[in-house]
């Protein structure tokens, strides 16, 4: 199993910036993927970043540029710096770990807050 503990999110006004972070205990070794998942009211869960462990990444189409991701391979954690903030960004965003073995279970964080509004 894997652990993911989440940290930052918040509210923020639109065009301001927020860094989300998480860190992963337990069975590392099985992680592929590192990264962010979200799921804004009335939609379902939809990928923002993710980063594999060959250093990879893919954004949700959403994403346009404005978002980061970095992934600490040493400490296990992933940030997502996000930039340019709109309204229709907030929702729930969780950290989600991919196992390299495609069919094994994903493991997520428990969610955190991110709110744009002014």
């Known amino acids: 199993q894997v652990q993911l503990v989440e940290s930052g999110g918040g509210w923020v006004q639109p065009g301001g910036s927020l860094r989300l972070s998480c860190a992963a205990s337990g069975r590392i070794s099985t992680i592929y993927n590192l990264g962010w998942f979200r799921q804004v009211p009335g939609n379902q869960r939809e990928l923002v970043a993710k980063?594999?462990?060959?250093?990879?990444?893919r954004f949700g189409d959403f994403v346009e540029g404005r978002f980061t991701i970095s992934r600490d391979y040493a400490k296990s954690t992933v940030d997502l710096q996000m930039n340019s903030l709109k309204p229709e960004d907030t929702g729930v965003y969780f950290c989600?770990?991919?196992?390299?073995?495609?069919?094994?279970?994903?493991?997520w964080g428990q969610g955190t807050q991110v709110t744009v509004s002014s």
């Open positions: 989600v770990a991919e196992p390299w073995d495609a069919g094994a279970t994903m493991s």
């Open positions: 980063q594999n462990s060959a250093g990879l990444t």
